[in-house]
Nanobody, 124 residues
């Protein structure tokens, strides 16, 4: 059974930075793509970023391009989301997701495994 555990969320002022981590277990981490999604209150879950199995290909939502960076360390079975220049619109619960494919997808349907989420709150 794949398990994903996120950490690194918290409260930050606008313009600040946070780094989220997601530790994976239960299968060979390096074979599969990983993604980050977020869900703000009253809104649907939305794609944030994805990374392929070896870290060489990434996808990012237009709303976070140039501010957020996804990366992975296959030796540590961990995927990261570095978030810079945060603004209040980034406030949401952030979810780590694991794909069944080697290449990432913008659709949540491509990820059968999900973490419990970590809250990110950006104050103005």
């Amino acid at each position: 059974q794949v398990q994903l555990v996120e950490s690194g969320g918290g409260l930050v002022q606008a313009g600040g930075s946070l780094r989220l981590s997601c530790a994976a277990s239960g299968r060979t981490f390096s074979n599969y793509a990983m993604g980050w999604f977020r869900q703000a209150p009253g809104k649907e879950r939305e794609f944030v970023a994805a990374i392929n199995w070896n870290g060489r290909l990434t996808l990012a939502a237009d709303s976070v391009k140039g501010r957020f960076t996804i990366s992975r360390d296959n030796g540590k079975n961990t995927v990261y989301l570095q978030m810079n220049s945060l603004n209040p619109e980034d406030t949401a619960v952030y979810y780590c997701a694991a794909s069944q494919s080697s290449y990432g997808s913008r659709s949540s349907a491509g990820y059968p495994y999900w973490g419990q989420g970590t809250q990110v709150t950006v104050s103005s």
